[in-house]
T-cell receptor, first 110, second 111 residues
Framework: KAGVTQTPRYLIKTRGQQVTLSCSPI?????VSWYQQTPGQGLQFLFE???????NKGNFPGRFSGRQFSNSRSEMNVSTLELGDSALYLC?????????FGEGSRLTVL | SQQGEEDPQALSIQEGENATMNCSYK?????LQWYRQNSGRGLVHLIL?????REKHSGRLRVTLDTSKKSSSLLITASRAADTASYFC???????????FGAGTRLTVKP
């Protein structure tokens, strides 16, 4: 089985721009979670989707949004980028309570 | 917000030695999991222990859980240089679909 695939792996944006990150879960996994990882804050939960519905949301501003499609692929969007949004964004699909992570998308905001 | 806290923040040992990492959490849980992350990569699931279990083994890994103290420990025996990574505990304190991670322990195993 292919693992969780995240695209793009690396990207550079400037303040004020917006970015969309994509995540393809493991085939058959219907739950997708997103995390932000920074040196200062560690791994912070963003949101979780199941069957195209957001089930849980972390404590992030409205600039952070996401969605899930009928094939379980998910996207997250960050609008009006700030320098502090520079981070590794990790997506994970889950099965039986275990999270399977992608390699992440490293976003640098200049 | 983070749920767990790992201790120590960093650990450096020689190859062949055992490494012990601890995790404390704040609220009741259904299960606790340990993950490993090589620098800048995704996390890899190591082991899951349920709240009604006290100890679990997987290869060179041994995990204990003390729900009365809200703490867990991960023991890696006979460490190898390839075990060098960051180790995180994660709990489902909020609900089964929302895993919260601690800050991690950075383990360095010197050859």
């Amino acid at each position: 089985k292919a693992g969780v695939t995240q695209t793009p792996r690396y990207l550079i944006k400037t303040r004020g721009q917006q970015v969309t990150l994509s995540c393809s879960p493991i085939s058959g996994h219907r739950s997708v979670s997103w995390y932000q990882q920074t040196p200062g804050q560690g791994l912070q939960f963003l949101f979780e989707y199941f069957s195209e519905t957001q089930r849980n949301k972390g404590n992030f501003p409205g600039r952070f949004s996401g969605r899930q499609f009928s094939n379980s692929r998910s996207e997250m969007n960050v609008s009006t980028l700030e320098l502090g949004d520079s981070a590794l964004y990790l997506c994970a699909s889950s099965f039986a309570g275990e999270l399977f992570f992608g390699e992440g998308s490293r976003l640098t905001v200049l | 917000s983070q749920q767990g806290e790992e201790d120590p923040q960093a650990l450096s040992i020689q190859e062949g030695e055992n490494a012990t990492m601890n995790c404390s959490y704040k609220t009741s849980i259904n299960n606790l999991q340990w993950y490993r992350q090589n620098s800048g990569r995704g996390l890899v699931h190591l082991i899951l222990i349920r709240s009604n279990e006290r100890e679990k083994h997987s290869g060179r890994l041994r995990v204990t859980l003390d729900t009365s103290k809200k703490s867990s420990s991960l023991l890696i025996t006979a460490s190898r240089a390839a075990d060098t990574a960051s180790y995180f505990c994660a709990t489902d304190a909020y609900n089964n679909n929302d895993m919260r991670f601690g800050a991690g322990t950075r383990l360095t195993v010197k050859p």
